[in-house]
């Protein structure tokens, strides 16, 4: 059995007869229809709003709480000639932001001065420090963009300087507010914004609506790019403008953003959500991560192809360095992994705390545990990131333990925090005694919604090409995810520079469709002589202008029992034990052909009471087959004695029965015309020269000479070999080693030269 990543949630509701029948009426396949019915969308109205996205849709800016009053505000400010600060974030979804007001104002005639902060330096949000300096400098009016709830001093100290703040944001807004001259957030609760969830960036586009008199076009390819970036929801007022975005993105005259996607390898005329996420803001976020983001908002903002072209290229080297710092500390946080823990926190100096957050998230990935990693810096205290799985509210465990805190924010799944050094440690010990305590289950996967069940001959190009009527997708409309039940996974192998990945052909009865799956490259063994379940995203693989349907694998589980292959000789040396595997040989000897790891876990055979007493201390999941019983009832008696998820067949022969067989009539002619020469033989310290007189395995021999010697036609005394000189005649069938070898060698030949298929159906009969 190989349980799923995910809690796998398939959709319960089926459409009502009516609703097709819309559906049918608007010219839709029954397939999109039910993927609209699954995400709430049952009225003609809402489906035409959904499928059509429109500029008249957007909702007026004026409804934001104290958007008129911003915008009172920076008109008095543009026609008095005040100089304007602009004051960002430095992700992809502040600079947008910034970059969006910078030339918003600039059209007005403003005089514009652009801050992002240095996550390092300055921290996030408003920095009174820098609020001063600026003041100082002569600015007249700030606006932040994509922060400024949370910065209650630096906000006062403005205001109090006769400078006025006004904060447009997106984030959680706090118990108190800072006391600005005006807040512009969808949802202050006095306003009357009918839609919560605009990016940072989106608000203020909304601002640039409402200071231009209309939704300004120019701006929307920089719209789309920040609210995919900063994951919000693809609902409403944000898939209008990521929709409209995505098609600004294909005929954008921005400069640098055409020398950001050359640089990215994608051509913007291919811009979707997908290139937009995984290429795109990736670049953006890395600059605000790794140091100064300010290069970032000239790039997106200047007219010079030539600084445009440096900047990109900035930009990407900087995402190199990113990804690279990133492999490295993952690799060495990995490495300091307690499997005990049930939460991970992970510490070490050195570590870059721009990226900490995206090593939890990959550690979390990895180990399917919460992860706390920290980078202990010069003045003692330790700062860095959480990630949580969705069993774990993150947030609300940490908040219970501030006091070990110098600084702490964040949500249920993700948190930011300081703290002294010192306090790591009793940490570790609070948050593992929470789940202790509460009994949280970290087992259970995240929750996968899927969208329907489909067979292999199902999946065309053209019904992939339909759900391009749902896009753009992300978050609260992810592209859909689908279920191939019981269906056998064929041509399996490992690809990617490191092996990491699997390419393999999902196949039943009657079809085949090519599935990839990212991630899953150590689990190639899982996949091989299964029945299998596994859900994915569908897309379309061109290559040399053709066009052939292809899943992404998700997630995959295989139910019953699973049989592994262990039987060429490398898996000896990579098996690990583990507790939950009982290592079994049914001969001694086998032992000295494992890594001594094993040797010290594993149990020889001698009955099944012995067996019953393992099994119920240890209580193990999977069965470890080391060798080759005489017999297969013992190996039958043993699997059915508990009932195991996995068998491992590893079928060391240290005997070679099947191989060297029970020796020739001529063989034991030679061997008996031997010894009747010899008055002695030395077979201690001379067996080797025997056999190879006698052109016998040595093996063999041994056998042999046991044969004779139960058969009582010869003597062995301390090493020496005599003849008997009259035995009694026996044939050689006789011999009870004879018989067993014999019944060894119908086991060797089942278990070491059957397929997984045929054993497997063996053991569950």
Partial sequence: MRQANFDWKLSETEPSESFLQMIRELKLSPFVGKLLWQRGYHEEEDINRFLHPKEQELHDPYL???MDRAISRIQEAVISGEKILVYGDYDADGITSATVMKETLELLGAEVEVFLPNRFEHGYGPNQSVY???IQEGIQL???????????DAVAYAQQAGVDVIITDHHELPEKLPDAYAIVHPRHPAGQYPFPDLAGVG????VASALLEEPPAEFLDLVAIGTIADLVSLTDENRILVALGIDAIHHSERIGLQALFEESGVKMRDADETTIGFSIAPRLNAIGRMGDPRPAVSLLATFDEEEASIQAKKLNEINEERKAIVEQITEEALAMVNKENHIHLLVNRGWHEGVLGIVAGKIMNETGKPTLVLTLKEDGSAKGSGRSVEALNLFEMLDQMRDLFTYFGGHHAAVGLT???ENVTILQEKMNQYIVDRQIDLTRGPKLRIDEVLLPNEVTVERIDELKLLAPFGT???????????VQAANVKRIGANQQHLKFVLSDESSQLDAVAFGFGTQEEELLNNLVDVVGKLSINEWNGRKKPQLMVSDFAVGGLQVFDWRAKRFR?????????LYLAFDSSTLKFVPERIQETAIVFEGMDSIHAVIEKRKPKSLVIMDCPDDLAKLKEVFGSYSFNRVYLMGISPDEAYLNGVGTREQYAKLFKLIHSQERIDIRHKIKAVAQYLRIPEKLLIFMIQVFFELKFVTIENGVLQKVASPESHPLTESKLYQRRLNKIKVEEFLLLSDIPT?????TT
Avoid: C, Y
Wanted: charged residues 25%; aromatic residues 8%; hydrophobic residues 35%.
């Fill in 64 to 66: 934001m709480h104290d």
């Fill in 132 to 134: 001063q300096e600026k």
């Fill in 142 to 152: 700030i606006i932040t963009v994509d922060n400024g709830v949370a910065g209650n």
């Fill in 203 to 206: 608000v203020a586009f909304k």
């Fill in 419 to 421: 703290m002294p050094s």
């Fill in 476 to 486: 609260d409309n992810p592209l859909p995810q689908f279920l191939f039940r019981q």
């Fill in 573 to 581: 040396e990579q098996s690990r034990t583990s507790e939950d595997s």
């Fill in 759 to 763: 054993i497997k159906k063996w053991l």
